[in-house]
């Protein structure tokens, strides 16, 4: 049985957790913060991750927290229906969308995993330092939460450490800096009343300035309200630098100004924001893709190993995935070694392409198409837009994605 050491108790590495349980492995999650607690707002699991989740069993779980996402509409800022891309069960896929909160998933991962792996597979209050590696294994230097230096020995280790990955920069040094290219995002959620058909999230605005917004509980579906989550998106001159990236409040709520000609059919979104408490400020940063992501026994996994914009839904879902896959690769290969390269060798390529395709808007590139054309609220879209351009954008971008349905 192998010993795994995973780095980071987030979405990628929990997940990841129970994937190599569920393998034979026997393994232990190493979390730097020392209670973690249910941080963040929405995220969007796709079709891919949520089958791997419901292949743990999960799916009874998910259900109860998380909405099945029915559609995207991608609006303009006047609320015209560019497009509306079916997701999900719907759409035709195996497996559901959800529109999840972060904080609760994340729990929902974290009992899962203590209920599986036992009390102790997770340790918080361990951030790693340093680790080594020999022909016998590999060594993870931690500082605990009372500044003890623990050592601890493993046969691998798995970086899913996030954006600010302590992994990351040992095996690549000499990386630049982040990437970014100006935009700010900020991020609430607001019990109200539900719009539309309480499953289904639009996209609205330009690559400038954009609205995401999205139901994210299904709890309070069932109580016939939603907790609304949305995403405001603004330009800046000056935006945040990507090592103050921290999923904080900062009280920073001028960027409302720039949604007040934004006009919604279904919902006032300026009022949204402004009844929101806690606005969660992040700036809209990437890294390039590397060349090569491990070494021998190390590798990486989740924003660790590709850190993208949060376009097309795709961070949470492709660090669930790389955890399905890096099990998958460590079964089937003739020595662990093996097992990790071919992991790398299926999923950095794919995760770099995602990477490259949300710079260039991912499936949102039908909002400036329409935003460049469209004049006024008396426009009608269909003499703008047609639907071939739109359903090339969409398709495009599920190939790259991974998520094609059966005839794509
Ligand atoms: C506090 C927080 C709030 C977030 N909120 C949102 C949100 O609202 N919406 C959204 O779309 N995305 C959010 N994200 C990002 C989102 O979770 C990820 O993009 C995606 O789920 C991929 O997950 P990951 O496991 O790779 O990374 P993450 O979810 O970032 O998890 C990485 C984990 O590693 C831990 N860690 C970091 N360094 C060390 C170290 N040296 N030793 C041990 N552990 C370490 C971190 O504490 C963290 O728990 C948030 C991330 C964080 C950390």
């Known amino acids: 049985m192998t010993r795994a050491i995973i780095i980071g108790g987030g979405i990628g590495g929990l997940a990841a957790a129970l994937a190599l349980h569920a393998k034979g492995h026997d393994v232990t999650v190493f979390e730097a913060v020392s209670s973690i607690r249910p941080l963040g707002v929405g995220i969007n699991l796709l079709p891919h991750g949520a089958g791997l989740l419901h292949g743990f069993g999960l799916a009874d779980r998910l259900d109860r927290i998380g909405v099945r996402t029915r559609a995207i509409e991608y609006r303009t800022r006047y609320g015209h229906l560019v497009a509306s891309d079916l997701r999900g069960i719907e759409a035709g896929f195996e497996h559901p969308q959800y529109s999840i909160h972060r904080g609760q998933l994340q729990m929902l991962l974290l009992d899962a995993v203590r209920e599986r792996l036992g009390p102790d597979a997770v340790r918080a209050g361990m951030r790693l330092q340093e680790f080594e590696q020999d022909g016998d294994g590999v060594t993870a230097i931690f500082r605990a939460a009372d500044e003890r230096t623990l050592l601890v020995r493993g046969d691998l280790l798995v970086g899913a450490d996030g954006f600010h990955s302590r992994v990351r920069r040992i095996l690549h040094p000499n990386e630049g800096p982040a990437h970014a290219e100006g935009m700010m995002m900020y991020r609430g959620a607001v019990e109200r009343a539900p719009f539309g058909d309480g499953r289904t999230m639009f996209i609205a605005g330009n690559h400038d300035v954009k609205f995401v917004c999205y139901p994210i509980s299904e709890e309070a579906r069932q109580r016939g309200r939603a907790l609304v989550n949305w995403v405001a998106e603004v330009r800046h001159d000056r935006p945040r630098p990507a090592t103050e ?31 929101t408490e806690t606005v969660l400020e992040y700036p809209m940063i990437d890294r390039d893709p590397l060349a090569s992501w491990g ?15 949060p376009i097309g839904a795709n961070g949470a879902s492709q660090a669930v995935v790389d955890g399905g896959a890096l099990a998958a690769h460590l079964a089937g290969a003739g020595s662990l070694v093996d097992g990790l390269a071919a992991y790398e060798a299926d999923r950095r390529p794919k995760t770099s392409a995602v990477v490259l395709a949300n710079r260039q808007a991912g499936p949102e590139q039908v909002l400036d198409i329409a935003d460049a054309r469209i004049k006024g609220p008396d426009d009608r879209i269909e003499d703008l837009i047609a639907p071939h351009e739109v359903e090339a954008v969409a398709s495009r971008y599920r190939q790259i994605a991974g998520f094609t349905r059966r005839a794509e």
């Not at 409302?256 to 279904?266: E, L, S």
């Not at 070494?295 to 914009?309: C, F, I, K, W």
Request: hydrophobic share 50%.
């Open 295 to 309: 070494q021998g026994r190390v590798t990486l996994l989740g924003d660790a190993a590709h850190p993208m914009y």
């Open 245 to 275: 990236a921290d999923w904080a409040d900062r009280g920073d709520r001028s960027f409302v100004d720039a949604f007040r000609g934004f006009r919604m059919p279904d919902i006032d979104i300026v009022a949204l924001m402004e009844a």
